[in-house]
């Protein structure tokens, strides 16, 4: 079968980290490689919507380092997530351009889990805001998305890094994970525990997925960032630039 595009681009989950997306991007682009199709999950939806939106990655940054982290939850008293990111739906409401995925710029495709069937659905058409909420509900602290009689959630809970809906339609694929897994020495209160149960069920299958990658940027000084540490958005946007640009000089099949 011939491969529709040059270039893939699958970006990870990562919540706050996903903010190193935008400088790994911004390196990608100084470089001269642009994406012909984006696939993200979570984080990594939100970084592809306005990315695929034609949006610059520094301009990018500056939009969701506006608000304080505060702004982007919302307390709720259901009974299937603790908070509501209204702010986050606002936001994209406000910036993106494209309000169905067949108006953007580059074709998207954004990781959901279903959470009554048990398994990860790729959505690429119809409401854009819709499909990257749900996809960025961590289950239990974020309210799902009901969708279609089903309820919709995070898609890092199995798959983190969708290469599986682009894989075989580009050349060359490049995969950007921002939860590094690598041995924690540190790990003294209860959300350190529940951030690093969260950062290796999710990383589970990374190994596996990066070999499917021609290149694999996992930025591991993100470590010593929360899930909810926006407040820090530029020191990681410019740590995903850093080791962009460092793999990219490494990379054989990017030269």
Not at 68 to 96: A, C, P
Not at 121 to 149: C, H, Q, R
């Amino acid at each position: 079968m011939a491969r529709k595009y040059e270039t893939g681009l699958a970006l990870s989950g990562g919540a706050a980290r996903g903010l190193a997306h935008l400088g790994v991007v911004k390196a990608l682009y100084e470089k001269g490689i642009k994406p012909g199709v984006i696939s993200g999950t979570s984080a990594g939806s939100i970084a592809g919507a306005f990315l695929a939106d034609g949006h610059d990655p520094e301009k990018m940054l500056d939009i969701f380092l506006q608000k304080k982290l505060y702004q982007f939850l919302g307390l709720t008293f259901g009974k299937l997530g603790l908070l509501r990111i209204s702010g986050i739906s606002e936001v994209l409401k406000k910036h993106l351009r494209a309000k169905k995925f067949e108006d953007l710029q580059i074709p998207l495709y954004v990781a959901c889990t279903n959470m009554n069937s048990g398994e990860v659905e790729y959505f690429n058409e119809g409401d854009l805001i819709e499909k990257i909420i749900a996809s960025s509900s961590i289950p239990v602290l974020f309210t799902p998305v009901t969708m279609n009689g089903s309820l919709y959630a995070d898609g890092g809970v199995l798959d983190n890094l969708p290469v599986t809906p682009i894989r075989k339609q580009c050349k060359k694929l490049i995969g950007v994970h921002v939860n590094y897994t690598g041995p924690e020495e540190e790990i003294d209160s209860m959300i350190k525990i529940a951030e690093r149960s969260f950062h290796l069920s999710t990383g589970a299958r990374i190994k596996e997925v990066a070999d499917e990658c021609d290149l694999f940027i996992e930025p591991q000084e993100l470590r010593k960032y929360g899930l909810l540490d926006v407040g820090m958005g530029r020191k990681m946007f410019e740590i995903g630039y850093r080791d962009a640009i460092n793999k990219l000089e490494g990379n054989k099949i990017f030269k």
